[in-house]
């Protein structure tokens, strides 16, 4: 069974940075593809980054050139999220995310993905 914690979320100003860090626990993580998902009120979650088993990134497009996703090179058991040049859309409730899928470069939930409790990042 795989819990994940996030942590780095907190206010910041436009054009600011941030770190999200997500620390998984259970199975053998590294085997699988990891991932960051964003969600604002009365939207649908949607994937902002993505890293898989061979260290292959993935970004949305809003994203991209400003987010990077890591993954500790040793027990590969936590996962990044450096967000630079912040604006006010990258406001909302951050979630790590264990397996989600990827499918042609797009970060998506699929039936097995798991789920951080979620951390508030607020951009002003």
């Known amino acids: 069974h795989v819990q994940l914690v996030e942590s780095g979320g907190g206010s910041v100003q436009v054009g600011g940075s941030l770190r999200l860090s997500c620390v998984a626990s259970?199975?053998?993580?590294?085997?699988?593809?990891m991932g960051w998902f964003r969600q604002v009120p009365d939207k649908e979650r949607e994937g902002v980054a993505g890293?898989?088993?061979?260290?292959?990134?993935?970004y949305a497009d809003s994203v991209k050139g400003r987010f990077t996703i890591s993954q500790d090179n040793a027990a590969k058991n936590t996962v990044y999220l450096q967000m630079n040049n912040l604006n006010s859309e990258d406001t909302g409730t951050y979630y790590c995310a264990f397996d989600p899928e990827i499918h042609y470069g797009e970060v998506v939930a699929g039936f097995s993905t798991l789920w951080g409790q979620g951390t508030q990042v607020t951009v002003s």
């Open positions: 259970g199975d053998t993580i590294g085997r699988y593809c």
């Open positions: 890293i898989e088993s061979d260290g292959s990134t993935s």
